[in-house]
């Protein structure tokens, strides 16, 4: 009588690049590496795991993926085939520039560039209370925080191509003014 061993994906990030390596290392539930698994993405074989159940994976095409890993049935185990969905984006989208602390209503410049440090026009910067401005050639913006505490800056390109570039996240602390004006 066969036991069935659910696989397991570990190491699959939720999103990724276009070309960049990922590697994967595939376990039953009970944390044993399980070799010469399939790998498949989009229904294509593209991996066999080795001896460790670890498998390296390169996307080639931007988009939503899935990543679906099997195991055909031997000695006492019955595999149970896994899947999990990542997003494959063309670029990444980073802050190149931007403080990580500054004062209360200071003018804030930051800098958006792609993965090969090419700077990004066109990408909408926004802070939780609204503020936004966007990008220029040069892939710069400014503007300023209001609110004390920490807060987030994100930022996209709502004119790219779907899956173009990634979303990117900074954490900014930002202090009371000075009351001394300094």
Known sequence: HRRLAPLTIRGLPTTTVVGEPVEITVRTEAGDPVPDATVEIDGSGLAQTD????????????????VRVSKQSSGKNQYEPVSEVLDVYAKTLDF????????????????????????????????PNHRSGQTTDDGTTEFTVEQNGVTHVTAVVPDAEPHEYSEAVETLRVHEANSTGQ
């Not at 560039?113 to 066109?122: L, R």
């Open 51 to 66: 001896d460790n159940g670890t498998a390296e994976l390169s996307f080639e095409n931007r988009g939503e993926r899935t």
């Open 96 to 127: 190149g520039t931007c403080p990580n602390s500054v004062t209360a209503g200071e003018q804030i410049q930051v800098r958006l560039v792609d993965n090969e440090d090419n700077p990004v026009a066109g990408a909408v910067v926004k802070t």
